[in-house]
C-alpha cells in the first residue's frame, strides 16, 4: 500500500533515503537458475551515476551494490534477493539550510503534510537516488529476459528534438553524454545543457524506448493491460510528467481508416500505430513509447518560497545538481521497462490450462 | 494479476463479455455508513449508456444496474457491493462473420495468441462495454467523497481541438452531446464527427479532467504516485494511447525557473504547473490531466485482413458503432479517478501513527 | 483489504448476504481451456445444500448457481467468471425480533462495533451462506486440477470420534448423511446428532481431509507455506477453531528421531509426520490435516443476552439451524483446499527460468 | 507471489540465508511519528538469540541489528525502513558434508525439486535464522501498538505440559530459560530438554499466546478473519504443526448451550471460549491461541537418507543445534502476532465513511 513496490510476481521493494546510510531493496520473485553477471549490474548502475559526465550533477557517488542473498554460486536461487549500495557522500550538513524550507515544486510541503515529519536532508525518499535501486533490479530483470532487448534515449531537451527525418542509430546512444541515437543533434543538446547550466537553471527534455523481441501474449487485459502498467512505471519515475505509446497523442488526429494497423499473414502488421501493443496485450511488434520529463525543480538562482512557518523566505539550489535529468533517467527508463516486461512474463505463464 | 481489479483499499473486479449474460462487478473495501442515491448512479450510466445521441453507437442497451449485496437500508454496509447490468441487446449471429477473423487494431488475435480460446461476439472481454461497471464503482466512489469534485470534458476530436483562448464553462458540458466546455467549439467538433460517420471512418480525440478540492496528502511517494496511478487508471480505459498530468510534454520545454510554482504562504501556489500533484503526493490545488484516445479501430469501410488460418480475407464493419469514443468517454475517465482518488484517500488514514 | 478474496492468482472474490437478493462471486485467474461440467458443479453446492438430510437444517434453498461470464462454449476463457446463486428463501420478517438483539457467540456485536451498521437478517455476511459461493469456485479449481484427489470427512462429532482403530473407507463419505468414512460410527453419529437436535443445542466436531497426487514442489517458503496458506483456508470458514497438519498437536509430544520421515530412493518416505510438506513446500506425499468446528451458537434454548443499548433481553433460537455443521462442511473444505492447491500450482509455474 | 512477504499495510518483506552475507528486510507502511527505542528492539531480538542459555543452541550469533532508512531523529518517517543483520559466525565449510545430502524432514529435498538449486548451506533459506528479521519488525510493531500486550509462553515440552491447575505467573517467564510461565514445570521441562540433548535427540513442544487490551473490531470478515490471519503468521514459523484459538480442539466436543459466551451489559462477556474473536472480529476480550512445534530434524544420531542421485547415504547432525525450539520461539510467536495486530489496526482504519 505504502507504495513502495513494484510489481506482483517479479516484485522490487525499495527503501533508502538520498542522505541516509544506504539505499537498496529485495527483490522477490525472480526465478531460480539465472545466471547472473554481477559486472553487468555494475555497468548499468554506473550508466545512472553521478558525475559521470559534464553535464550532469557533479557528486561523487561510487554507487556500489552489493548482493546479500538470493543468489549463490552465480546463480538466482528462487529466493529473494537482498541488495544495498552505500550513501558514502552524505553532507548532510548541506541540508541544514533547507530543513524548515519548502523548496518550490519539491515534495517538501506534502511530505511534511502527509506524514508530519520529514527527512529533510537531501530530499529524503523523494530524492531520484532512489532509482539507484531500480536500475540494479532492472538489470536482472534483463538478465532474466536475455533475448529481449530495451534501447532507451534522449529525443529532446527543451526545444531541441529529434525530427522525423533524423537517422536514429542505436549504437550512438551511449557515444555521446546525452544518450541521443543522433550524434548531431546529441552534440546541440549538449551545448544548450551547458548553456543552461551557466545560467544557473535547468531543463526538461523526452526520453523514448523502444522494445524488441517482446513474445506475444504479455500483458494483462482490462485493467492490467501492459501498457498501463508500462505508463504507471513510467510515471512513477522522478519529473516524468507525461507517457504515450504508439501513435500517442498525435494518433488523436488520426481517422480509424489511417490507424489501422493491417496484418501480415504471420500475424504480424504492416504498420505499427499500435505500438507493438493491441487490447493491452503484445502483438509480437516492437513496443515504442515516449516520457516526458519537466525541468528539474532545483535551480541555481534566487527563489523566494515559505518556509514550515508560512513565512516567506529567500532561498537559492546550492552544490551539485543536473541541469537536465533526461541524459541520466535513460538507463532508469530501460530498467523500469524490463521490470514490467518480467512481471508479464511470469505473469503470462499462468493463462493456460 | 489476471488484471480484473483495480484499487487496493477501495477495490472495483469486473466480469463480462459484450455479449455474454451480464456484466458486473464486485467492489471490495467501500467504507460503511455511505447514503446512496441509486438514481444518481443510474444517472452516471445513463452518460456512458449507447444511444443517448446522435454522434454515438445507436445500439439499444438500457444498462440498468441492479445491487445484490452490500447496500442496505440505503447505506453501504462495509461489506462486499455486488452488482450486475444485463445484457439485453445480445445479437451473437451478428458476430458470426467475425468468428475467426482478426479484426486490424482490434484484440482478436492477442487474445487468440494468449488464451487459445476467445469469445470473439463483440470483442467479448475486449470490448469497451466492460466500462459500464466501471462508471457504477466510480459513481459509488463520488458519493463516498462527497466534496471532491470531477470534471471530465472533451477538448479535442481529431484536429479541432480548445486553444489557449477559447472559454471553457463546466456548465456547458452537458449541454451538447459531445461534452465539450466551449459551445462553439463542441457546434464544430458535433459537425465533423457526423461527417466521418458518413465517410464510415471514425477519429480520436482528447479528454482533459480536473479534480477539485482534494485535500493535501494523497499518494504514495516512490512507485504508487497519484499521478502514477492516475496514468494507469486511464492508461486501462479502451483506446487510450497517452496520459499527461500537469504541465505535461509541453512542460518539457520549459526552464525550471518558469516551471517552478512558488508557493503562497498558505501553502497554495501561485502557479499550477505541477498539477496539484508534487512528489506524487496531492498539495491541495486543482489536480488536472490530459487522456489520449485513438480513433476507434471498427470502421464501415472494407479493409483487408487475416483469418485464425492467416488467410488473407476481407471484412467490413457492420452495424451500431462510435465514429468517435471520446463524448461517451468523459464519465468513464472521471469513474476511474474517483476510483483512484477513493482508493489513496483510505489509504492515506493509514499513514500517521 | 476488506476480506472478501482468497487467493493471489487464482483468485475468488465474493458477495452476498444471507437475506440479500443473491449471493455470488468472481474468479479472477482461472486458466483459459479448461472443460467445464457445469453439472458436477452443481452436485458440488448439493453436497452443501439445506435440507439434504434429516441432520442438517431443513430451509429450503435450491442453490443454483448461474453462470455469467467467463465461460464459453464448454470452456473457460481466460476472463473473470462471474457466478450468483439467487437467495429464493429470504423470510426477512423472521429476523425482525433480533434487529437489535447481540446474539451470543454470533457476530452480531463486533459487526456493529467495526461498521456502525448491519445487515441484521440472518446474520447478513457474516452468514455461513457465504461458503457457497467457495463451493462453486472449488468445483471449478477442481476440474482445473483433475488429477489431484480432495477427501474432507467427519473424524468427529462431540465426543464421538474415529479411533485409531477404525478403519476409513472413503466410498463411505458420501453413503451416509454424517459423511463419516467408517458406517459404525457415522450411525452412532448421526443418533448423536438426532439427540442433540431434540434438546434443542448443538454440537461442534472434526473435519480431516486427504489430498492425493499433489505434485512437489507446491507452496512458496517463508510466509506463503502451502500448510500456513491451508490453515488460513479452513480458519476461514465459519465456526472453525483450530487446524493441524501431519503430526499436528500430537507431534509436539515426540521426539525428532521418533518424527524423522526417512526417504526411500525415490524421494518419498517411509513415514509421513511431514503431512506431505516440507519448508512449506508439497513433497509428494499425501497431504492431510485437521480442522476443529466448534458447536453452532444459535440454539433452540433460551438465552439471555443484551440488545444493542446494552439492555439485558431474553431470546431464543427459532427456524432451521444445524444442529451440527460438520457434515455440511465436508465440501466447504475440499473447496478451500482445492482454491489453495490451485493457486499454489499456478504460482509454482513461475518459479524456474 | 514468491511468499517472503507478511502484511498488506503493515507489510515485512525479508531476505537472507543462514550462511549468506546478511539476513534483513524492508517494513513497509510502519505509520510515520512512532518514537522508535532502538535498545528495545535489540532486547527482542537477544531474547531470539542463540546461545543466551544452556538448552539452545550454542551457536555464537551476535544478532546485532542495523538500520539503513525509515527513523530520523528517533521517529519513523513514514518511508520505507530498511534494515539489516550481519552474519557473523558463516562457517560454510560446516555444511560441505550435507551439500548433496537430503537431511529427513528437512527442505532439501522440496527446494532442490522446487527451484533446481539450493544454498545448502545450513538449510539457507529454509533456515529459522530468517525469524530475526521478524523478531526486529516486530518490535517495531509493539512500538506502534503500545498500549497492546503480547504474553507468549511455553505451555508444554514433549509430554510434560501446564496443566488446568498450574498457576500462570507471566512474570515469571522471562526467569527461566524455558519460558514457562510457572517455576516448577519451567525447571521440569528444562531437565528434560538437558535430558534429550544428551540422548542426541530433539522434542517438540506448544507455545500459547494471550494478547490483551486489544480494541474491537480488529479483523476482515470472510477470509481474512483475524484468527484466520493469526492462524497464517503462526503457521509459517518454522517447525509449526497446528494452531488453535480459543476453545480450539477441546472446543469441538462441546455442546452450543456451554461454549455461548453469555454477554454483560458492556459488550464483555462473562466467559471466552470466542478467545476474543467473533466472527473473525476482535471484541475486546483477551485473545489467546495455541501454537504447535515439532521436534527439530536435526538429531545428533545417526541416521540413513538418500542423497541427490538417490543414493543410500548415511549421515549424522554436527555442530550447534537446539534440542528444543519453543523457548526461543516464544519471541518469535510475539513478533509475527503484532504483525498481524498492526496490519489490521491499520486496516481497521478505513473501514467506516
Redesign the interface.
Known sequence: ??????G??F?L?????SH???????I???????DIDLEQIQLELNRRKPGQSAIVTQRKEPDTV?????I??G????????F?IENTNQKSKDYGHIKDV?R????D???T???????YRGG???SAR?TASRVVAGAIAKQ?LKNIEFYAYVT?V??IELEENDTIDFTEIEKNPVRCPNAQKAAAMEDYIKQ?RK?G??????VACVIKNVP??LG??????L???L???M??INAV?????????K?????????????????S?KTN???GI??????GMDIYF?V????????M?K????NSE???VEMQGKGRHDPCVVPRAVPIVEAMAALTIADFF????????
Open positions: 500500500m505504502a507504495g513502495n513496490s513494484f506482483t510476481i516484485k521493494t525499495t527503501f533508502g533515503e541516509g546510510k544506504a539505499l537498496g531493496g529485495i522477490d520473485g525472480c526465478p531460480a537458475g539465472i552489493q548482493f546479500l542473498s538470493g549463490f554460486e546463480k538466482t536461487t528462487g529466493t529473494s534477493i537482498g544495498v519548502y518550490p515544486s519539491h515534495a510541503f506534502t511530505y503534510e502527509k506524514y508530519g515529519v520529514r527527512d529524503g525518499r523523494s532512489e532474466f529532446s527543451g526545444k543552461i545560467e537553471d535547468t531543463v526538461g527534455g523526452t506475444v501474449g494483462e487485459p482490462v485493467f492490467d493491460k501498457h498501463a502498467e505508463g504507471k512505471a510515471l512513477s510528467k507525461g507517457f504515450e505509446y504508439g501513435s500517442g497523442f494518433g488523436t488526429q488520426m481517422k480509424g481508416s489511417e490507424h489501422n494497423d493491417a496484418f501480415n499473414s504471420d500475424g502488421t500505430y499500435s505500438g493491441q487490447g493491452g496485450i503484445s502483438n515516449n516526458a520529463f519537466k525541468p528539474v525543480a532545483t535551480i538562482q527563489q523566494e518560497t515559505i508560512g513565512e516567506k511470469l505473469i503470462n505463464r499462468t493463462t493456460k490450462a
